[in-house]
């Protein structure tokens, strides 16, 4: 497939009937997370491989859905749940709190 970009309209094809969605994150190169409306079901994410995506023109009847679930997600944030500590990176060497120290009593 083209690379495909994030917001990007796409239909995704999977097991069963193709589903239109769009691209709310690409974590790597053989995942992407798209939202989509299964049916019978509500709006949701999925993770799907970037082979299964074809891109599309046109809107659809489920986009206003769609962009209401990726407006109302957080956004990702990649590496933080390898062991970082998020934004800033943490403190080197000194990582505990001073213990406390006995008056001599």
């Keep these: ?15 069963g009937p193709a589903m ?3 691209v709310f ?5 053989s995942k992407v997370v798209v939202a989509v409306v299964p ?4 709006p949701a994410l999925r993770t799907v491989h ?28 990649h590496g933080a749940a ?3 500590a998020g934004v800033g990176g943490g403190r ?3 990582v505990r709190g001073a213990a406390h120290r006995p008056t001599g009593r």
């Excluded at 970009?5 to 094809?13: C, Q, W, Y």
């Excluded at 994150?25 to 190169?29: A, E, F, G, L, T």
């Excluded at 995506?53 to 997600?73: H, N, S, V």
């Design 92 to 94: 080197s060497g000194h």
């Design 50 to 77: 970037p082979d299964a995506l074809t891109p599309r023109e046109a809107e659809g009847p489920e986009d206003p859905a769609l962009r209401l679930l990726i407006r109302r997600t957080p956004p990702p944030v």
């Design 1 to 15: 497939m083209d690379p495909v970009s994030v917001g990007g309209l796409v239909k995704v094809a999977g097991g």
């Design 39 to 42: 049916r019978g079901r509500g």
């Design 20 to 22: 239109d969605g769009i």
């Design 25 to 29: 994150d690409i974590p790597s190169r």
């Design 82 to 84: 390898r062991g970082g």
